[in-house]
C-alpha cells in the first residue's frame, strides 16, 4: 500500500499541500485555477485566472501535464490548445450549466434551421459544440467580434441568452439567442439587490453579463471575471458588491486588503446558491490524486480537436482586432 494513502486508501494524515507540490514536480505539472476555485486551489496554483486565459498560459509552458481545477469545457479547450499535454480534471462531473443547456445534436439540428446564420458561441460550451461553431467568444471578446461582423450577417448566439442579450442590447445588433443559463448568475435576486444596495449606499455593483438583465440594469460596472477583479482593484471606493461567483472576492482581498467586498444575494438573501456547485466538486484531495495517478484525463479525438480549435482560432484572430471576419475566411461549419 502507498503509505501516502493512508490507513485503507484514505488520505487522513497526508500533508496535501506538500505532497501536490511534490507531484507537481515530479510530473512536470502546471496547475490552473479559474477565479471560482476555493481559496485553497487558488493558493497552490501555478495560474489564477478566467478559462482561456488559463489555458493559454499552459499552452506556453513545457509542463509535459496540465491539472485544471476548473470545469470540464475549460479543460477541453486547454486540450484543444495543448493536444501534446496530458490534461486531468480532478472530477470529471465537474460540468457546467451552460454546457448542459446545449447539447451538440440539438445544437446542429438549431443550425441546420437557420442556414443563413453564422454562429457566435460563448466559450461556456462541450468540444462538440465548439466544433459546430464557426467563432468562439469570451465575454471580454464579445463586442469587439461583433464589430467585426457585417451588420447584414444574421447570427445565432449561444447558449448563454443573458449574455447574448446584454451584447444585443449594447451594441444594437438583433440576433437569435440559445436558451440557455448559468444557475449561478440566474439566482441573484433584484429584491436582495436593491436592499444591499440601499444598506452600502455609494458602493458600485460589479456584474458579470451572464447576469440576468433584472441585475445587470443595477450594475455600475458589467464585465468579465478578471475585467470585474481589476475594477475592484481600481475603484475609489472601499466597499464592492460583487454580482457573480463569490470565490473571486479571495483575489479581491489579497490584492486591495483595506476594502470590503460583498457577494451580491440570492433569492433569501442569505443563501450559497451563487456559489457554483460544479466548481466546489473540485477539493485539494482530487487534485492530489488526480496527479498521483493522472486520471481523470481528458481525451479527444484529433479530428473533434481540428474543427473545435477552428473556432478557437477564429476568436483569438478577431480579438487580435488586426483583422475581421472577412479576412478569415467563410465561417461555414460541416459538422461532426
Given at each position: 500500500m502507498?503509505?501516502r ?8 494524515g ?5 505532497e ?45 501535464v ?10 477541453e ?13 480532478p ?12 447539447p ?6 438549431f443550425r ?19 466544433a459546430l ?13 461583433l464589430?467585426?461582423?457585417?451588420r ?11 449574455l447574448g442579450g446584454?451584447?444585443?442590447?449594447k451594441?444594437?445588433?438583433e ?21 444591499l ?8 455593483v ?11 440594469d ?46 451580491a444575494p ?9 456559489i ?13 490524486i ?24 477564429r ?22
Amino acid at each position: 500500500m502507498d503509505a501516502r494513502r493512508g490507513m485503507g486508501g484514505s488520505l487522513v494524515g497526508v500533508d496535501l499541500r506538500a505532497e501536490i507540490d511534490r507531484l507537481r514536480k515530479e510530473r512536470n505539472a502546471v496547475i490552473l485555477a479559474h477565479y471560482y476555485q476555493k481559496p485553497e486551489i487558488q493558493d497552490i496554483a501555478d495560474f489564477i485566472g478566467d478559462s482561456l486565459d488559463l489555458s493559454r498560459k499552459a499552452a506556453a509552458t513545457d509542463a509535459d501535464v496540465i491539472a485544471f481545477c476548473g470545469v470540464r469545457f475549460m479543460a477541453e479547450t486547454a486540450k484543444i490548445l495543448s493536444p501534446e499535454k496530458i490534461v486531468i480534471l480532478p472530477d470529471m462531473d465537474a460540468g457546467c450549466s451552460l454546457e448542459d443547456s446545449c447539447p451538440p445534436d440539438k445544437f446542429a439540428a438549431f443550425r441546420a434551421a437557420h442556414p443563413d446564420h453564422i454562429a457566435l458561441t460563448y466559450i461556456n460550451c462541450s468540444a462538440e459544440v465548439k466544433a459546430l461553431s464557426d467563432i468562439i467568444v469570451t465575454s471580454s471578446s464579445a463586442e469587439k467580434i461583433l464589430s467585426q461582423i457585417p451588420r447584414d450577417q444574421k447570427i445565432i448566439f449561444g447558449p448563454d441568452k443573458h449574455l447574448g442579450g446584454y451584447m444585443a442590447r449594447k451594441t444594437g445588433r438583433e440576433m437569435l439567442l440559445w436558451p440557455g443559463v448559468c444557475i449561478v448568475h440566474e439566482a441573484f435576486s433584484e429584491t436582495e439587490l436593491l436592499k444591499l444596495k440601499a444598506q452600502h449606499p455609494g458602493a458600485p455593483v460589479a456584474a458579470h453579463p451572464e447576469c440576468p438583465p433584472h441585475v445587470l440594469d443595477h450594475a455600475d460596472m458589467v464585465g468579465s471575471t478578471s475585467a470585474i477583479l481589476e475594477f475592484a482593484k481600481s475603484t475609489d471606493s472601499d466597499t464592492v458588491i460583487v454580482a457573480t461567483e463569490p470565490h473571486i472576492i479571495h483575489q479581491m482581498e489579497k490584492a486591495v486588503p483595506h476594502k470590503t467586498f460583498i457577494g451580491a444575494p440570492g433569492a433569501d438573501g442569505n443563501c450559497n446558491c451563487n456559489i457554483c456547485p460544479y466548481m466546489a466538486l473540485n477539493t485539494m484531495e482530487k487534485l492530489y490524486i488526480a496527479l498521483r495517478d493522472l486520471e481523470p484525463r481528458i481525451e479527444m479525438e484529433e479530428g473533434l480537436r481540428l474543427r473545435a480549435k477552428k473556432s478557437l482560432d477564429r476568436m483569438l484572430a478577431m480579438a487580435s482586432a488586426t483583422v475581421g471576419m472577412g479576412d478569415l475566411g467563410p465561417a461555414r461549419v460541416t459538422g461532426d
